[in-house]
Nanobody, 121 residues
Framework: VQLQASGGGLVQAGGSLRLSCAAS????????MGWFRQAPGKEREFVSL????????SYDESVKGRFTISRDNAKNTVYLQMNSLKPEDTAVYYC???????????????WGQGTLVTVSS
């Protein structure tokens, strides 16, 4: 499966962005889909994931209540709605696909190219 992330940009603190991750080659309904991010000089970290079938979700504590992950299997796309953005959310955001529930990037076999989110104070 090939993944294409988009929707990043520059936004002021308190603003919102919606990231999209479009898939081709295979249906996203076959995968657990995750979002990860990597800030400059830091390790890549888990942000959120959504399950294949029941739509169950998981979030890192740092984004809980502000970010919402969703999927549209008909459009073969996963979204990350990001509200109340903070400067510390600045990072390159990656979508990824896994065969199992996991918050470890090690378990994700397929990755999009990343989209940059910059939050100004």
């Amino acid at each position: 499966v090939q993944l294409q992330a988009s929707g990043g940009g520059l936004v002021q603190a308190g603003g919102s962005l919606r990231l999209s991750c479009a898939a081709s080659g295979r249906s996203l309904s076959s995968y657990v889909m995750g979002w990860f991010r990597q800030a400059p000089g830091k390790e890549r970290e888990f942000v959120s994931l959504i399950m294949r079938s029941d739509g169950g979700t998981s979030y890192d504590e740092s984004v809980k209540g502000r970010f919402t992950i969703s999927r549209d299997n008909a459009k073969n796309t996963v979204y990350l709605q990001m509200n109340s953005l903070k400067p510390e959310d600045t990072a390159v955001y990656y979508c990824a696909a896994s065969s199992k529930w996991s918050v470890s990037d090690y378990d994700y076999a397929y990755w999009g190219q990343g989209t940059l989110v910059t939050v100004s104070s």
